[in-house]
Nanobody, 125 residues
Framework: QVQLVESGGDLVSPGGSLTLSCTAS????????VGWFRRAPGKEREGVSY????????YYGDSVKERFTIFRDNAKNRVYLQMNSLKPEDTAVYYC??????????????????WGQGTQVTVSS
């Protein structure tokens, strides 16, 4: 059964850190691009970070650059999103997705075939 499962969401104070995990089953994640997306209350879903399946190139949204890091652990069939210096505006449900987008479209949601159910991140004092 093909599945993506996110974990690691929590309540954290501003300035704190969290690491989210995206674990795949039923397919080999290293052959897929992986994106992290988030949906904040009352807002559209937005892309946060992406890692390519071609060259492991990493891409970040402007609001998370220098604070978030995406990386793979192929042995565990997993992709992580390390989040530092968290801000209240980072509060959202975070989703991971896997796909094989065509070159140049890694930031496009339609290129992602498999989606997880999401994990809640709340940044609040």
């Amino acid at each position: 059964q093909v599945q993506l499962v996110e974990s690691g969401g929590d309540l954290v104070s501003p300035g704190g850190s969290l690491t989210l995990s995206c674990t795949a089953s039923g397919f080999t994640l290293q052959y897929y691009a992986v994106g992290w997306f988030r949906r904040a209350p009352g807002k559209e879903r937005e892309g946060v970070s992406y890692i390519s399946n071609r060259d492991n190139g990493k891409y970040y949204g402007d609001s998370v650059k220098e604070r978030f890091t995406i990386f793979r652990d192929n042995a565990k069939n997993r992709v992580y999103l390390q989040m530092n210096s968290l801000k209240p505006e980072d509060t959202a449900v975070y989703y991971c997705a896997a796909g094989q987008p065509i070159v140049g479209t890694i930031r496009t949601e339609t290129g992602y075939r498999y989606w997880g159910q999401g994990t809640q991140v709340t940044v609040s004092s």
